[in-house]
């Protein structure tokens, strides 16, 4: 599935920047880019495939297009609220409202009328409303004399006070995108869905056809889809954009758009950047992922219940330690860094070449490495007590209300970032959800934390000597499960609404673990924001200047959870010297059903088969460029009707993330006319064909 990843398109963007230096064409990257709405290369679409989308039709897929906060991404298909995803993307809503006399990710889900939808305990949607530049707001506090960190802190504070301004002014939630390596700052207003309710998902065994074997693969035969209808005073949302179907819509060569929220790109990172990721941040991230799928995969072993509950943990851990892996493999890829230090040395000699640009940029690399190079000595604890503890829920939930009083007790511009005024009812909805907490299930995982804090920084470090006191991490994680209550929602709402005094006199084991924790926490991401955040941004804000002197500013910014816009053709591949066709259909399903997981069919699609077209295309590949987040994203032809529905990439097109290519890379997605037949004759589904407006529907 896609996936939260690096990438280095800043590699195709210093290549075409030094075009007389390498013999190369700009046009070999030229559907190359996750384009913001407000900065479309409207003429290199039209130079390539004939088609210069208006700003109407830009509009209108922009408010048809929808932001799952828990990074994804989907589209409105219906007037009444109606949005499609992936099954992957809503699998925490479907996992979370089942049960063991109800196991929705196994069984599947259909409401055929609203009073049958479900609402989901955490979900929040985004719809991009509008967009400003407001870099001359955020930077206009900036002293010359301040150093890189104050400069940071500044900017922050400055982010923090137009997002306030625009949340009581407008009644949306405002969000200030950092661009361009700090280059551009751009608010974002969304309006915000909190009432969000599922109405159809398949089997799990339909959605991730193949398993992990065949993640990252192509051919593929996976309906990897999901509906959910959103609610306004507990009513079906009116919305005037939303996208019409064509199952029929495109062909061979056609151009496509992808319009989805991908997540963090690394484009612009430095070779010094990419040597601390090989060296230091990936070699960590995959030990602590595979160990961590191991112990899962041993609790499913245990029983029925067990393998439902970790279900959707274990595919987010197998799909994390495959793309990481993918990425890793591309560092260490001698070719690759050797080429990638040739296309840095152009643009450093480039720069050099010219007295005032040398003067204004040419210490930027070094002052990265630097900083680099200082995040190396503490990056393992600032990772262990940072974020690796909240792989427990309970300790993530503890710690969010032991650090709330101390933040809302600040100005708003001092707080850390995520408890700003503007986020606020996001992560209380969160913090407060009624999803359920699995007490076993949280045990194991905050005693495999514990296990890597010890190995990580030793049994001696003063604070894992106080966590542990003397116990193994699992009787340590057993005491601290034993003595909380955290695990109900209003337990939690009482010690918020209590106030700093609440969480002092609390005894609940769990806040006192994050007591206990919190001021190390602090203090090792204030040294991460001072020293490698502020030095990244403020060397990467010059490396930009310089590439925009060489290039102009047509280009486009890193990924940043926030709506891009990515073109490209449907169009198939050569691998290894087999032609891979542009498009699946059922026939493939059926002949490569082996009748054991992950190749079972359900019961349901057996039985139907006599009922369905084997010859409708199911899935299809394309060349537009995604990344992680763009899970869920609506493909759209050039009449903005939706063609099919994005949910991974092949394995070529992992070391994409760092240099774009269609040669084998490419987009996978779920054929509009597979999802529409499987609707009509395996789930009978009647009632959602006819809100898709699907002719032949009774």
């Known amino acids: ?233 507990d009513k079906p949302a009116r919305v005037e954009h939303f996208l019409t179907w064509n199952p029929a819509g495109i062909a061979e060569g056609d ?21 601390f990721g090989r060296d230091v941040l990936h070699p960590a991230i995959l030990t602590t992922l595979r160990a961590r799928l191991t112990l899962l995969r041993e609790y499913s072993a245990r029983g029925a219940e067990e393998a439902r509950i970790a279900r959707d943990l274990v595919f987010s851990y197998e799909n994390a330690v495959k793309a990481y892996a993918g990425l890793q493999a591309g560092l260490l890829d001698p070719g690759f860094m050797a080429r990638r230090a040739a296309v840095e040395k152009s643009l450093r000699d480039a720069v050099a070449a010219h007295p005032k640009m040398q003067q204004e940029y040419g210490g930027a690399w070094n002052a990265i490495a630097a900083a680099e190079k200082k995040f190396a000595g503490f990056y393992g604890e600032y990772r262990v007590f ?35 005024d503007s986020n606020l009812d996001s992560l209380k909805q969160n913090l407060f959800s009624e999803a359920p907490v699995y007490d076993a299930l949280d045990r194991m995982m905050l005693a495999q934390a514990f296990l890597e804090m010890r190995d990580t920084l030793g049994a001696e470090h003063p604070l894992v000597k106080q966590i542990l006191a003397g116990r193994s991490p699992a009787e340590a994680a057993e005491a601290f499960l034993r003595g909380t209550k955290l695990q109900s929602a209003a337990e939690r709402k009482r010690l918020f609404e209590g106030g700093q005094t609440a969480i002092e006199a609390s005894a609940d084991t769990m806040i006192a673990l ?24 403020a060397n990467g804000t010059l490396l930009a200047k310089a590439l925009f002197a060489v290039r102009g500013t047509d280009v486009y910014p890193e990924a940043t959870f926030t709506l891009r816009l990515s073109f490209g053709a449907v169009k198939g591949y050569i691998e290894d010297g087999r032609p891979r066709r542009w498009y699946t259909t059922f026939h493939g399903l059926y002949e490569t059903s082996a009748g054991i997981p992950p190749y079972k069919l359900p019961q349901r699609w057996i039985d139907r088969k006599a009922a369905l077209n084997l010859d409708t295309p199911f ?56 999802i529409v037949e499987a609707l009509r004759n395996v789930y009978g589904a009647d009632a959602l064909l006819r809100e898709l407006r699907m002719a032949g529907t009774k």
């Not at 710690?399 to 408890?419: G, I, M, S, T």
């Open 255 to 275: 151009l496509v758009f992808v319009s989805g929220n991908p997540g963090s790109t690394s484009r612009q990172e430095t070779l010094a950047q990419l040597e």
């Open 514 to 537: 994050a007591r206990m924790v919190d001021p190390r926490a602090r203090e090792l991401r204030r040294r991460y924001e001072d020293e490698v955040q502020a030095a990244e941004r």
């Open 619 to 674: 899935n299809f590949v394309s060349t537009p460029d995604i990344t992680g987040g763009n899970s869920g994203s609506p493909m759209v032809n050039r009449d903005g009707e939706l063609v099919g529905i994005v949910f991974d990439g092949n394995q070529q097109q992992i070391p994409s993330d760092y240099l774009y290519s269609d040669v084998q890379a490419r987009t996978i997605a779920v054929h509009a006319a597979g």
């Open 1 to 233: 599935m896609t996936r939260r990843n690096l990438s280095l398109t800043i590699l195709a963007l210093l290549l075409a920047a030094t075009i007389g230096t390498l013999g190369l064409s700009a046009a070999a990257w030229a559907d190359e880019g996750m384009w913001t709405f407000n900065n479309f290369p409207k003429q290199l679409v039209q130079q390539r495939y004939g088609f210069s989308p208006s700003d109407a039709w830009l509009d209108h897929i922009r408010l048809s297009s929808v932001r799952f906060n828990n990074g994804g991404s989907g589209a409105f298909v219906g007037p009444e609220g109606l949005v499609l995803t992936n099954h992957h993307v809503g699998a925490d809503c479907i996992h979370e409202l089942g049960s063991a006399a109800h196991d929705y990710m196994s069984e599947g889900f259909y409401a055929p009328g609203r009073e049958k939808e479900v609402r989901c305990p955490s979900l929040e949607l985004n719809v991009l409303m509008s967009m400003e530049d407001v870099t001359a707001a955020v930077n206009a506090g900036l002293k010359a004399e301040m150093d890189a960190a104050a400069r940071n802190t500044a900017q922050k504070a400055a982010m923090s006070r137009v997002e306030k301004e625009c949340a009581e002014r407008t009644g949306l939630r405002c969000d200030v995108v950092v661009l361009y390596e700090g280059g551009a700052f751009h608010l974002y207003r969304y309006k915000k869905y909190t009432d969000v309710r599922l109405v159809f998902a398949p089997e799990a065994d339909m959605a991730f056809y193949g398993g992990d074997p065949d993640n990252f693969v192509y051919p593929r035969w996976d309906l990897d889809i999901s509906f959910f209808r959103v609610y306004e005073n």
């Open 386 to 420: 940072g974020f690796g503890l909240r792989q427990s829920r309970l300790y993530a939930i503890a710690r969010d209300l032991v650090r709330l009083p101390v933040e809302l007790a600040k100005p708003n511009e001092q707080r850390l970032r995520e408890f700003r």
